[in-house]
């Protein structure tokens, strides 16, 4: 792992909000925002990057993912900073493509330099493989730390039941997660407890959401997203807690759907991450994008006292 350029005293990271979360997930730009400031860990927004693809770029061409994100990774290089994302898709991704690329330059060089050749001509920096890919789940858990972030509760989580949702690619895109067991995570429940709340454990936390099967096996995919939803209710949770934007889409801005597709009524809240570990630091509600869900966080507010 490459060394890092982090001192204890102040975290800062080049930031990579990726595509969703400044559309149809406005929110989580918002609360990532919130969270950080409030954290005091500082984000230079890299305003020049591009979409990393989600996934489908390689179907076809994994060069062209690999040029696309090398460039991606290049911007954070140049400002000699780790790469943040708040998105499981995109550190899927562009952390995949970072491991992909840094054993090429090992073992063929000709490929890496290949890359470079065309970001010269667009007047880009090389990629170096200087830096690395980190979610804010792993910013959080392996630079801030946990006690750091227990220190910081202003209104502790007491009595609300999150039940996690890592999706796919946060977990077994990469072929080393330094931070947590794919199999078997507990980052995210680990959070949960720093900051008052109670975890829920359920079979689908870590499976897929459903979103890769929407746009062609559409009742497949709300089908597997009301399966986790009902899983998670079944265990007593106030709501699902996501790292992932597209997660999100497909479990909550969906979920009236989903709910038509079984044919049973839901309601259960889906939250970012940051926005329930901004609630915790005693963030307004109005900065974190709430009243953005489609299924209301009230429930969530009202047994918060917030």
Same mark, same amino acid.
């Given at each position: ?110 490929? +890496? ?22 979610? $804010? ?19 502790? $989580? ?82 699902? +807690? ?33 926005? $329930? ?26 047994? $918060?006292?917030?």
């Amino acid at each position: 792992m490459p060394s890092s350029t982090l001192s204890p005293s102040i975290l800062k990271y080049a930031y990579f909000p990726g595509c969703v979360a400044q559309g149809a997930c406005r929110e989580l730009y918002q609360s990532t925002q919130a969270l950080t400031q409030a954290l005091g860990i500082e984000l230079v927004e890299l305003k020049k990057a591009s979409c990393c693809g989600s996934g489908t770029f390689k179907e076809d061409s994994q060069f062209l993912e690999d040029t696309v994100n090398a460039r991606n990774i290049a911007l954070a290089e140049s400002l000699n900073l780790p790469l943040l994302t708040h998105c499981s898709t995109c550190q899927g991704v562009i952390g995949h493509v970072d491991e992909r690329l840094k054993e090429r330059q090992t073992s063929d060089p000709a490929y +890496v330099d290949q890359i470079n050749g065309l970001l010269k001509k667009e007047g880009c920096s090389p990629y170096k493989g200087s830096t690395e890919v980190k979610h $804010l789940l792993w910013a959080i858990v392996g630079d801030y730390g946990l006690d750091a972030l227990a220190q910081k509760v202003t209104h502790k $989580l007491t009595g609300l039941k999150c039940a996690a949702f890592y999706g796919c690619y946060l977990l077994r895109a990469q072929d080393h997660l330094p931070y947590d067991d794919p199999y078997n995570p507990q980052s995210m429940e680990n959070v949960f407890r720093a900051i008052g709340a109670t975890p829920v454990d359920y079979r689908g936390r870590t499976q897929c959401c459903g979103w890769p099967l929407s746009s062609y096996a559409t009742d497949q995919s709300f089908k597997m997203a009301g399966m986790h939803i009902q899983e998670a209710i079944a265990q007593g949770a106030d709501c699902i +807690v996501t790292p992932c934007p597209l997660c999100h889409l497909n479990l909550d801005s969906r979920q009236p759907e989903v709910e038509k597709v079984i044919g049973q009524k839901l309601g259960l809240p889906v939250l970012h991450l940051p926005q $329930l570990i901004s609630l915790a630091l005693g963030v307004d509600p109005k900065e974190l994008g709430l009243d953005r869900h489609i299924v209301s966080t009230r429930s969530v507010l009202d047994r $918060l006292g917030v």
